[in-house]
Nanobody
Framework: QVEIMESGGGLVQPGGSMRLSCGAS????????MAWYRQAPGKEREFVAG???????KYADSVKGRFAISRNNAKNEVYLQMSSLKPEDTAVYYC?????????WGQGTQVIVSS
């Protein structure tokens, strides 16, 4: 059984930085992509950033130039470095692994951007 676990959330001031990490327990087979999504209060979950097997990355327009996604292939871990954070980045951030066997989600980690 695969379990996805995020870490690194918390409270940060506007303009600050934060790094989220995500790892998986269990055997990952046929990993195609890893991604970060977020869900703000009262809003739908939205795509934030993704990194594909090829190494290509993709970002939501709202985070381009401020967020960077990276991975550790040996550990099947994915990271999200967030900079120049804004109050509108406040959300629960979810990690997503897309594999040949299925689509796995973590429980989420809360990020609050506030002074």
């Amino acid at each position: 059984q695969v379990e996805i676990m995020e870490s690194g959330g918390g409270l940060v001031q506007p303009g600050g930085s934060m790094r989220l990490s995500c790892g998986a327990s269990g055997r990952i087979v046929g990993l195609k992509a890893m991604a970060w999504y977020r869900q703000a209060p009262g809003k739908e979950r939205e795509f934030v950033a993704g990194i594909y097997r090829s190494g290509d990355t993709k970002y939501a327009d709202s985070v381009k130039g401020r967020f960077a996604i990276s991975r550790n292939n040996a550990k099947n871990e994915v990271y999200l470095q967030m900079s120049s954070l804004k109050p509108e980045d406040t959300a629960v951030y979810y990690c997503n692994y897309v594999t040949s066997w299925g689509n796995y989600w973590g429980q989420g980690t809360q990020v609050i951007v506030s002074s």
